[in-house]
Each structure stands twice: as C-alpha cells, then as structure tokens.
C-alpha cells in the first residue's frame, strides 16, 4: 500500500473509540483532518484529539471514513480489515463545491492543514501544499494538471518543491514569508495591494498571522484564507490572537480589507470551510467576527 505512510497500531487504540473495525491512537494530534473529511465517523472537540465516534453505518460514510484514514498526516487511523482502502484513495481529490476540491492528504509538517485544489480554465490551482503522494499526483495531473502552487503563509509549505517537481508548476508565496526553504518560489508577491495571478484569480495580501500572510479569491466566489480566517463546525467564522504568530492589530485591518471584496466560501488551512448564501450574508458574518474580535483586543 504505497499510499499510505503508515497505519495506526491496534495495540494503542485509545478507549474513547467506538467498537468495531475503524480506530484511533495515541498518537493523533487533533489537526481535526479526518473530522473534516467524516464527521459522521470521527469525533472529540476542536484542538482536541480524535477518536471513532461511531462505525461507518453505508458505503458511503465507510468510503470517507477511509478517506479520512489515507489522509492523516501522522498515521494514526487504522482499520483492522483494510477494506476499501484503495477506493478511498481513488476519491480523491473530493470535490466539495464546483471546481474545488479539497485534496485530503494533509503532511505532518504543516500540523495537517488543509490543501485545495482549483480546475479552472484558465490553468488548475494548488493552494497550499498536501503531502506528495502518488496517487493524488496522479490524480491531478488526469484534472489537467496545476499551473500555479499558491503558498497562503510559510507555515504549510509541507512538500511544495517535490509537487512543484512532479507538477511542473510554478509556485507563489509572498516575500515577507519567504524562508530558505522557499527561496526557490518562482513568483514572490511584493507589497500590500492585490495582485492579479490570471482571470479571476486574486492575491489579497493578508498581513498579521505572519508577515506574508496571503488569501487567494477565485470568481469572487471562494476565499482560500489559509491561517488567516476560518470557520468552525458550525459554519461560524472564526479568528483568535492565540494563533497570531505576527501582529494581531495588522491582522485586524487585514479583516477589515477583506470588507471590500465578494466572496460566499471561506476555505482555511486549519478550521473548516464556511459558507453563506450570498456575499451580502458572508459580509454581514465577516463584520460580526471583525466586531467581536475588536472587541477582545
């Protein structure tokens, strides 16, 4: 099973788990990956470790459940069986809306962030780097390949230049976040103003989580915010000065630019995806949250 890194050892299965062939064990660290992929599954509390709340009941929760299993980061989900587990990995990248894929794999050096991917005509989109897995290199190539790599921040580069290799994509970070390891980005962003990446694509430099913080907006439709905003498993958008690694008050009118776009999808690197009916309700959400968290500082 050269897709996977490891698996999970029965032998440290942790209590909390639901009897049956799926568990966790110790040696998760609670990136709340498998909980974003199967939430019917897998269970605990945001920042929390996870465990198997309940077994798969339908194909179709054993499948993302599976999912979730190939995507761990640390490989601490196993299944006593291993059934299915090569379907699992054929579905992904999973598309969650038209266009965006959310590409599971998540590494271990980036504490298990989330990566997405974009097809779009104008040339496919990586945001933030998975782990550099075969299949999932396999898989994107057959969606038409990545033309860009956008890096959000330095923190969940994970294995940016193997894909960029495998890809033969150029990557984009901003200067303020470069590090030795990504002195080799083909394409640094300069300054605070927007940047046009290609038709409907938009770098909105984000400063405040770090330096170089950046989202990227597809179609005035869909806002990858890497650690910069991010909603919970309500759907409620979220931000907190305790995962501020930078300047929180530059992080504060970073939300406040973000007043002046249109957008109904936050995708994050951590926290789960958001999403409201309409620009006007997102507005609306992202003015609550800016409100709330002035309000803290």
């Known amino acids: 099973m050269h897709y996977l890194k490891g698996?999970?050892?029965?032998?440290?299965?942790?209590?909390?788990?639901?009897?049956?062939?799926?568990?966790?064990d110790s040696s998760c660290i609670g990136c709340d990956t498998c909980r974003r992929l199967a939430p019917a599954t897998y269970g605990g509390g945001e920042g929390d470790t996870s465990y198997v709340a309940r077994q798969p009941a339908t194909d179709d929760e054993r499948r993302r459940a599976l999912m979730a299993?190939?995507?761990?980061?640390?490989?601490?989900i196993g299944s006593i069986s291993k059934t299915g587990l090569a379907e699992a990995v054929a579905a992904l990248p999973d598309e969650v809306a038209p266009g965006v894929f959310d590409c599971g794999f998540a590494a271990?050096?980036?504490?298990?962030?989330?990566?997405?991917?974009?097809?779009?005509?104008?040339?496919?989109?990586?945001v933030d780097s998975p782990r550099a897995s075969r299949p999932l290199v396999a898989r994107l190539k057959a969606l038409g390949g990545v033309r860009f790599l956008f890096l959000t921040h330095r923190d969940d580069v994970a294995d940016h230049a193997r894909l960029?290799?495998?890809?033969?994509?150029d990557r984009?970070?901003?200067?303020?976040?470069?590090?030795?390891?990504?002195?080799?980005?083909?394409q640094k962003i300069v300054g605070d103003e927007p940047v046009e990446l290609g038709e409907g694509l938009l770098v909105i430099p984000v400063p405040g989580h770090t330096a170089g913080s950046a989202a990227l907006l597809w179609n005035d439709t869909y806002l990858f915010t890497g650690d910069h905003l991010w909603g919970d498993a309500g759907g409620r958008l979220g931000v907190s000065r305790s995962?501020?690694?930078?300047d929180w008050e530059s992080q504060l009118r970073s939300l406040d630019r973000l007043l002046e776009f249109r957008f109904r999808w936050v995708l994050p690197g951590h926290g789960r995806p958001a999403r409201r009916d309409s620009p006007e309700e997102m507005w609306e959400a992202l003015e609550a949250l800016i409100a709330e968290a002035r309000g803290r500082a």
């Open 172 to 186: 984009v970070i901003h200067v303020r976040d470069e590090t030795p390891g990504t002195a080799g980005v083909e």
């Open 7 to 24: 698996m999970a050892r029965l032998a440290d299965r942790t209590k909390a788990n639901a009897s049956g062939d799926l568990f966790v």
């Open 69 to 76: 299993l190939v995507s761990c980061p640390t490989s601490s």
């Open 108 to 126: 271990e050096s980036s504490f298990g962030a989330a990566s997405w991917f974009v097809r779009r005509p104008g040339g496919n989109v990586l």
């Open 164 to 169: 960029a290799r495998a890809l033969g994509c």
């Open 243 to 246: 995962v501020c690694w930078w």
